[in-house]
């Protein structure tokens, strides 16, 4: 198991271009709300998109409550990524009052 990331933590990754972030919710879910430049890669499409992702780079995964990010974070971890989750997922970013895209978004 990986270390988990607050929100908080990952919001300061955010700046340093070193780190992935990327949303494993569906599409529907990351247009309502997403952390600003972040990617998409819908759960269902981990399998297929894992080529994608940077092996060099660590990254961090989120979703809406940090569920389905764990599930997808430890199957990045046995394919040897350095991956890790946002603990608590887009509920505790938005509560936390962090910026959302679009500005007017919503965790849905």
């Keep these: 198991?990986?270390?988990?990331?607050?929100?908080?933590?990952v919001a300061d990754l955010l700046a340093d271009d070193r780190w992935q972030v990327i949303d494993v919710r569906t599409a529907h879910e990351h247009a309502a709300g997403h952390i600003p430049g972040t990617r998409?890669?819908?759960?269902?499409?981990?399998?297929?998109?894992?080529g994608t992702i940077d092996r060099d780079r660590p990254v961090v995964l989120y979703c809406r409550s940090g569920a389905r990010s764990a599930m997808a974070t430890e199957a990045l971890l046995q394919a040897g990524y350095d991956a890790h989750n946002m603990a608590g997922g887009m509920l505790d970013w938005h509560a936390a009052g962090l910026a959302l895209e679009p500005a007017d978004g919503t965790v849905v």
């Design 40 to 50: 998409l890669i819908e759960l269902s499409e981990l399998p297929m998109q894992a």
């Design 1 to 9: 198991m990986s270390e988990e990331f607050s929100p908080q933590q």
